[in-house]
Every structure is written in C-alpha cells, then in structure tokens.
C-alpha cells in the first residue's frame, strides 16, 4: 500500500508537470526580445500609426524629430514603461542592445530624416514601408507584422484626428532657464527658507 501511494505521487506530479508546461498562459509574460521595433518621426500620422501598432502587439518604437525642427529629442517608448530620451549618438548602440529581429520605419525620407537610418550599422535587417497612401501602408503593415485590427482602427482614428485638431496638440519645447552661476543644483525646487 505505501508504495501504490508513491507511485501515485510520482504519477501525479508528472501529470501535473506536464500540464504546467503545455499551459499556454505559462508563456505570456513579457519577452525579452522584441519582435519588431518600429522607427517613426513625430508627425500626427505616422506616430498614431506607431501607437496602434504598439497596442495590438506591444512593440516598442523610437520617435525621431521631424525635419528642421531645433527639437533634435529621439525617445524610445516602450509598451508598458516610461518612455525615455536616447542621444543621438548612442542610437546604435541602443537599439543593437535591444537586438529586435527587424526594424520597421514607416515613411520615407521626408517623413523619417536618412540620417537616422543611415546611423544603423545593418546588423538588423531594416524594412522601410514607404507610400502615399497612409491606408496602404497600414494595411500593408497589418499583414506584415501579423496582426489583426491595425488598418481599421487605423482608419476610423486617423478620420477622427483629421476631422478634429482638438484630439491632437502640439507642445512647444520646455522652456530652457540656465541656472545661476553660485546656485546650488536642485535647489530650485526647494521651498523659500523661512525668516
């Protein structure tokens, strides 16, 4: 009898097991790779199309300045964390420690400076999804990056943004104030001394 009790142990953790692994939410945490990393310039279009994406399938994405703009601020936002500012000369060597399998600029030169791109030392592969027609590319990016609802969400928001300035503002850079040459550093924040 103890032993029939052991084996049914043994065959009961090995069921159990088994079943932990196959368990398809077992995987669902976050991986550590991303897929895709999408680049886009910050532009209304582009950058909701960027949004979409990483909400259908969590991809991070680098917004880069637009052309001739003096906000020279490259930011990688990823899916579930802060975003965070990159200096442009580590922009490489930042996403070659992502180490996405692809890299996937939407727009072309106009739209994405070829500066940016010509940074990347090709270690990735690099797809560039170039048109006119903003519709196309979101279908086009639907079927290449797998996923589901991007050209019709895509097209009913992008509608409304259009219809509506108010659902999209642009901000102006902060002001920039150089603090003074005996001040202390973080003390502008500090509360008045009392008398």
């Known amino acids: 009898m103890f032993s029939l009790k052991k084996s049914l142990v043994v065959v009961f953790a090995a069921v159990a097991g088994m079943t932990l692994s196959a368990a398809p939410w077992a995987n669902l945490g976050p991986k550590r790779v991303p897929e895709t990393l999408i680049m886009v310039s910050n532009y209304k279009t582009p950058r909701l199309m960027a949004e979409l994406i990483q909400f259908e399938s969590r991809a991070p994405y680098i917004?880069?300045?637009?052309?001739?703009?003096?906000?020279?601020?490259?930011?990688?936002?990823?899916?579930?964390?802060?975003?965070?500012?990159?200096?442009?000369?580590?922009?490489?060597?930042?996403?070659?420690?992502?180490?996405?399998?692809?890299?996937?600029?939407?727009?072309?030169?106009?739209?994405?400076?070829?500066?940016?791109?010509?940074?990347?030392?090709?270690?990735?592969?690099?797809?560039?999804?170039?048109?006119?027609?903003?519709?196309?590319?979101?279908?086009?990016?639907?079927?290449?990056?797998?996923?589901?609802?991007?050209?019709?969400?895509?097209?009913?928001?992008?509608?409304?943004?259009?219809k509506d300035s108010r659902s999209y503002r642009p901000v102006s850079l902060p002001a920039q104030s150089k603090p003074a040459a005996n001040a202390v550093p973080g003390a502008e924040n500090a509360a008045p001394a009392a008398k």
């Open 63 to 162: 917004l880069l300045p637009v052309n001739g703009s003096t906000d020279n601020r490259i930011i990688f936002c990823p899916a579930k964390n802060t975003p965070r500012q990159i200096l442009e000369h580590r922009l490489n060597a930042f996403i070659r420690f992502l180490n996405p399998k692809r890299i996937v600029v939407i727009g072309n030169d106009s739209f994405v400076n070829k500066r940016y791109v010509d940074m990347l030392d090709r270690a990735i592969p690099v797809v560039r999804i170039d048109s006119s027609d903003w519709q196309r590319i979101a279908e086009e990016l639907n079927f290449l990056l797998n996923l589901s609802h991007l050209d019709t969400n895509f097209k009913r928001l992008n509608e409304q943004m259009l």
